[in-house]
Structures are given as structure tokens and as C-alpha cells.
T-cell receptor, first 111, second 110 residues
Framework: GQQLNQSPQSMFIQEGEDVSMNCTSS?????WLWYKQDPGEGPVLLIA?????ELTSNGRLTAQFGITRKDSFLNISASIPSDVGIYFC???????????FGGGTRLMVKP | SQTIHQWPATLVQPVGSPLSLECTVE??????LYWYRQAAGRGLQLLFY??????ISSEVPQNLSASRPQDRQFILSSKKLLLSDSGFYLC?????????FGSGTRLTVV
């Protein structure tokens, strides 16, 4: 099925560094979601974006809904070891009943 | 409060054996329910979704089937497992706070 283009696929950074990842799509979405998945667990919702141009923060996380409605980015500031995991973007279709996921960004943080 | 339960957490099954994974949601009614599969280190692939009792939509031809016998119960099944069925299976539901996922079942077919 359709998949969003998420980049980068993986990142290995030093603790304290900022992180940026993004998703692009050929289709328009009405809602963008960002999830984090820890090993062996289900994804947990970090941030939900409902409006084009919206910029939302959750602690050290900031995400934006692209003005074209075809992209979104997630920034993590001052990374810490517990930020390690896989981050997924997801777009919600117009009917609100279907998610399309990005391929994930695997984040590794060196203490 | 609204919660989603998925079990078992891990499962090792021989090739050719049947499968039944269960997902239940509490604290809501008439949810949309979803089954996803995640191969190791990969993204999430939608397998089935259901908007109501007895209503199942299949996204990918599979050796798997799904059923929704009750409003808040979603079951993933197989009559004969294949090696390629190994993976991490996740149940999800909406409406909720975004889409909420269960804790997953790691299935290893040997």
C-alpha cells in the first residue's frame, strides 16, 4: 500500500545534539501524527497535528504540519539516551479512518 | 478510561499450525479496529481494519484472516502458518487520542 517517504532512515547522534526528521507524501493529509516505538512495544503517540502550518510542541519535541499538507517534520532538542527508538510519521486520510505510515527513523543516542 | 489489550505478548508456533491473536478495547463503543504487522526493523503494514461488528476490510492478500465477533473484540487468525508470517503484530483503535496501539504480539514461526 501507499507509504510516506520518511527520512533519514537512521541517525546516530551524540547526547545533547538536536535531531530533525521529516516525512513527505504525494497525497494531502488532514492530520499528521508522530509516534515513537521502543523495542518490543507498540508505537506511542507523541504529537498530533490537525491544521496546515500548525507548529506543536511536547516538551523537547516540536512538530510542524506542512503548509502544503503533504509534509511534516519532527525536531527533538537536546537529545538524551531515552530518546532512542524508532520514530514514525503517519498521515490520516480525509475520512479519518485510515493511517498511512512512514518507514520510520531509527534514532540512536551515544551518551 | 480507554484501554486496549492484546495477547499473547509472544508466541512461537510451528509451520502449518493455526493462529489466533486477540485484541480487545475497553472504555469505548463502536471503535474502528486495525491489525498491523511489522517485520523486524521495518515499518507498519496494515493487514485488516473493521468499522463495525462483522465488517472486515483486507488491505493485503494474506495467509491470514480477521474477525470481529463483538463490538470491542478483533481477532487475527490463520489456519496454517507460514514462515513468512513471523513478525510483530499490532492492534490499534480509533477514535481516541490519535490512533492508539496495543503492546503487540511477537510471533515467531519455526
Amino acid at each position: 500500500g501507499q507509504q510516506l517517504n520518511q527520512s533519514p532512515q537512521s541517525m546516530f547522534i551524540q547526547e545533547g545534539e538536536d535531531v530533525s526528521m521529516n516525512c513527505t507524501s504525494s497525497s494531502i493529509f488532514n492530520t499528521w501524527l508522530w509516534y515513537k516505538q521502543d523495542p518490543g512495544e507498540g508505537p506511542v503517540l507523541l504529537i498530533a497535528l490537525y491544521k496546515a502550518g500548525e507548529l506543536t510542541s511536547n516538551g523537547r519535541l516540536t512538530a510542524q504540519f506542512g503548509i502544503t499538507r503533504k509534509d511534516s517534520f519532527l525536531n527533538i532538542s537536546a537529545s538524551i539516551p531515552s530518546d532512542v527508538g524508532i520514530y514514525f510519521c503517519a498521515g490520516v486520510n480525509n475520512a479519518g479512518n485510515m493511517l498511512t505510515f512512514g518507514g520510520g527513523t531509527r534514532l540512536m543516542v551515544k551518551p | 478510561s480507554q484501554t486496549i489489550h492484546q495477547w499473547p505478548a509472544t508466541l512461537v508456533q510451528p509451520v502449518g499450525s493455526p493462529l489466533s491473536l486477540e485484541c480487545t478495547v475497553e472504555g469505548t463503543s463502536n471503535p474502528n479496529l486495525y491489525w498491523y504487522r511489522q517485520a523486524a526493523g521495518r515499518g507498519l503494514q496494515l493487514l485488516f481494519y473493521s468499522v463495525g461488528i462483522g465488517q472486515i476490510s483486507s488491505e493485503v492478500p494474506q495467509n491470514l484472516s480477521a474477525s470481529r465477533p463483538q463490538d470491542r473484540q478483533f481477532i487475527l487468525s490463520s489456519k496454517k502458518l507460514l514462515l513468512s508470517d513471523s513478525g510483530f503484530y499490532l492492534c490499534a483503535w480509533t477514535p481516541g487520542s490519535g490512533y492508539t496501539f496495543g503492546s503487540g504480539t511477537r510471533l515467531t514461526v519455526v
